[in-house]
């Protein structure tokens, strides 16, 4: 039954049907239009919009809001499309962790959980401000461990880094040290050549 629906992104076209389908669910369409390219829809075989749902990027989260149908009767069938399509963008965008505020029962079955205090202060500080009520969350990555890797791989490359910083000093002193040794030794050989003509001038002078 699911191949009778059909996803894609929003199109300057579709705004007039989104415009009644947010007016519909009580959403501003005024709020939502510049929006519009954050929207997927899902339409039947006539090319009629039947629902659709914002997916909003932030590196690396993804909100998913604004979710309305003309017809709930296909909403189940609907969301499943849209879960795959948002599964394809996330894994696009490089996405860990997704947020929606959407209630229905369906995104609970997917393992969508309310955060913990420590992962709600991850959430973007623009949706914190756009958005009010309680937050869903699901982990598509394990956040923890890639927060962990790059903060190592931060603590390698800084200490990489300064041992770099380090033998280039090293270097430059040793250079520093080297180019005082040939100063002294040229001074030397011109003071030694400058002795030796002096003793030939004065020998040669005497021998006269």
Known sequence: MIARLHVRRATVDD??????????????????????????????ADHEVLGAMGIEFAKPYALLHSEGYT????????RQLFWERLQTLAANH?????????????????????????TLNRLPGEW???????????????E??????????????????KMAQEETQRAQVRARNVGTFLTVLFFGIAIILLGCAGYLFLHNRMGR
């Open 71 to 78: 017809d709930f009767g296909i909403a189940d069938e609907a």
């Open 128 to 142: 914190q401000n756009e958005f009010t009520g309680a937050w869903l969350t699901y982990p598509l990555k394990d």
């Open 15 to 44: 705004l007039d049907a989104l415009k009644a389908l947010w007016e519909s669910m009580r959403l501003s369409p005024e709020a939502l239009e510049p929006k519009l390219t954050e929207f997927q829809v899902v339409e039947n």
């Open 94 to 118: 490089g996405i860990f962790r997704l947020w929606t505020q959407e209630r229905s029962p369906f995104w609970k079955s997917f393992g969508f959980q309310p955060p913990n205090p420590e």
């Open 144 to 161: 923890d461990a890639i927060i962990a890797a790059l903060e190592s791989h931060e603590h390698e490359f800084a200490g990489a880094r």
